[in-house]
């Protein structure tokens, strides 16, 4: 009878057999080797040796097991890993041996905290306790780090646990004394940019302690600026300054705030108590959308690549709805830049309202517009649907779209908050206004300040298109915020004739500029080819924006 094959159904069963038969081998061995430590601690406590950790033994031990794995041609980082935990647990065993303690006998401890029950230092409490100690260990918050402390200065607890260091945050400190704020922002790169930065702190009464500059290796002539300055972030004049700063920065990020203590304390800025903290407020970026004409904000600017976007320009972002192949995003961009479009777009991810549509080519298809995109000197935009793809995405493109079933997504705006990349947030198809500039502020408050709106039509009863262009937006939105408004004219209309009377109404009402679908060949399209425009179409759509930018003052980016 010939053997079983290990690839047959029956043979991986075999295997899995096998491999369980290891697994209950290796529990015996390691039961085997913790009664052995037991008797080790015996010996210990007979010989009254108290010491628990013999170093050099250890180290012997490491050596041996290194040398012994990679004989096996196991790795040697995983073989000290295993060891570690392996050493760990037999300390454990022998501390209640060797102090004279019965193993039986059950302990009792307990531990304070700051926070609640669930809370990062209750969760880092129970994980380090659960391997330090074989005992029963009873948890406890306290409201302040203070209160922990005298707590256990009353024996009330056993084991203070106050954490030094967020992995996310950083420090963690108790401010509740004369602080210092650190800040990162970078600006545009014009006349007295940095001095208007700096005016804003100093017409708050802020004091300036340190500033440091380090230049942006993809943008010549921008800078990131390290600041620290006197008083809480919470201070109510900080706190209003770095709410107008947000206003002429393309990224801000409060690092934190952390005890100063200097020889004037006494005279150091207001620092809020806890009770007294200002309100939350949005950042100046979005203002209430006003119920009264009044006087816009000034319009503010970023590039993306070798293009300006904002104020005093018009921008033609065109591609494909989704990069099918290799080879049609390659001829979709090489037919938008001879058209004139400045920045390629096309769909890597697709959101679908049918999940048998076609969902995109996903990583492949991040590779695929990067590639295009540099083939044609043009910036890529492309959509992140989901918090786990942010990192590939904005690896491969300039912007990261947001679109209008995501507009909602607080977790993800959150996430693109941190990025030092332009956002483009699309309007929700029922979405307000105001609600579309709340989005807004969820990746602004994270410290990104280049945060493009999209205007692409909203839900309404008529039919008779996919969506109804609130052309009405662009004013209202550039009134409220100096963020750039674009439109997409594409996903309004839904039908490709009715996609440039709506991209000249849209760029005549005042937008930044557009997002229009284009594909070589809209019969072949894999997604919305309905909507698409050949590549004469958009040369035609181009030839008759001119007139109405020209006329505005504008200039092409």
């Known amino acids: ?99 004279g303690a019965s193993e039986q006998v059950v302990h009792h401890l307990k531990v304070g905290y700051q926070g609640v029950p669930g809370c990062y230092s209750s969760l880092a409490s129970a994980h380090l306790m659960a391997t330090r100690t074989s005992a029963t260990v009873d948890l406890g918050g306290y409201p302040t780090f203070p209160d922990v402390v005298d707590a256990l200065q009353n024996r009330e607890i056993d084991y203070a646990f106050l954490p030094v260091e967020n992995s996310i945050g950083g420090s963690i400190l108790d401010v509740n004394l004369p602080c210092k704020t650190s800040l990162v922002f970078k600006l545009n790169h014009h006349e007295g940019a940095l ?24 943008t010549p002539w921008e800078y990131l600026f390290f600041v620290d300055v006197e008083g809480h972030k919470d201070s109510p004049n900080l706190s209003a300054a770095l709410r107008q700063l ?28 806890p009770a007294a903290l200002p309100p939350v407020q949005p950042s100046c970026r979005i203002e209430s959308v006003p119920e009264t004409p009044k006087a816009a904000p000034k319009r503010t600017t970023f590039k993306i690549g070798n293009v300006t976007l904002g104020e005093g320009t018009f921008v033609m972002m065109s591609g494909p709805c989704a990069v099918e192949s290799r080879e049609q995003i390659l001829e979709s ?77 607080f977790s993800l705006l959150k996430e693109l908050g941190r990025l030092d990349k332009p956002i483009l947030l699309k309007r929700g198809m029922s979405a307000t206004v105001k609600e579309l500039l709340l989005a807004a502020e969820y990746i602004l408050a994270g410290g990104n300040q280049q945060v493009i709106l999209c205007e692409r039509g909203i839900r309404t009863f008529e039919t008779a298109t996919r969506s109804t262009l609130d052309v009405s937006a662009v004013p209202v939105i550039k009134r409220s915020t100096n963020l750039p408004v674009i439109v997409d004219p594409s996903h309004a209309a839904g039908i490709r004739e009715l996609v440039a009377p709506l991209a000249l109404a849209a760029a005549a009402a005042g937008a930044d500029g557009l997002i229009v679908e284009a594909h070589p060949h809209p019969e072949q399209a894999l997604c919305d080819k309905e909507q698409a425009l050949t590549g004469e179409d958009l040369k035609q759509l181009m030839a008759d924006l001119r007139p109405i930018v020209a006329g505005q003052g504008r200039i092409w980016s």
């Open 1 to 99: 009878m010939e053997p079983t094959p290990k690839d047959s159904p029956e043979g991986l069963d075999l295997v899995r057999k096998e491999i369980d038969e290891v697994d209950r081998e290796l529990l015996r061995l390691l039961a085997r080797r913790f009664d052995a430590v037991r008797q080790v601690a015996t010996t210990k406590r007979n010989e009254d040796a108290k010491a628990i950790l013999d170093s050099a033994r250890e180290l012997d031990v490491q050596a041996h097991w290194v040398q012994d794995a990679e004989a096996l041609g196991l790795s040697a980082p995983f073989a000290r890993r295993i060891l570690k935990e392996v050493l760990n647990h037999s300390r454990r065993i022998q501390e209640p041996l060797i102090s």
């Open 195 to 218: 001095a208007k930065a700096l005016a804003i702190l100093a017409d708050s009464g802020t004091n300036l302690t340190r500033i440091e500059s380090r230049p942006q290796p993809d």
């Open 246 to 273: 947000r206003s002429c920065c393309n990224h801000l990020r409060i690092l934190g705030s952390y005890p100063f203590r200097t020889k004037k304390q006494e005279q150091h800025l207001d620092v809020p108590t």
């Open 333 to 409: 961009a090489a037919m938008v830049k001879a058209a004139g479009a400045t920045i390629l777009r096309g769909g890597a991810f697709k959101p679908r309202t049918s999940p048998y549509a076609f969902q995109g080519l996903g990583l492949e298809g991040l590779r695929y517009l990067q590639e295009a995109g540099r083939t044609y000197g043009m910036p890529v935009t492309t959509e992140v649907m989901a918090i786990e793809d942010i990192l590939a995405v904005a690896a491969h493109a300039d912007i990261l779209q947001v679109g209008a079933r995501n507009m909602h997504n």
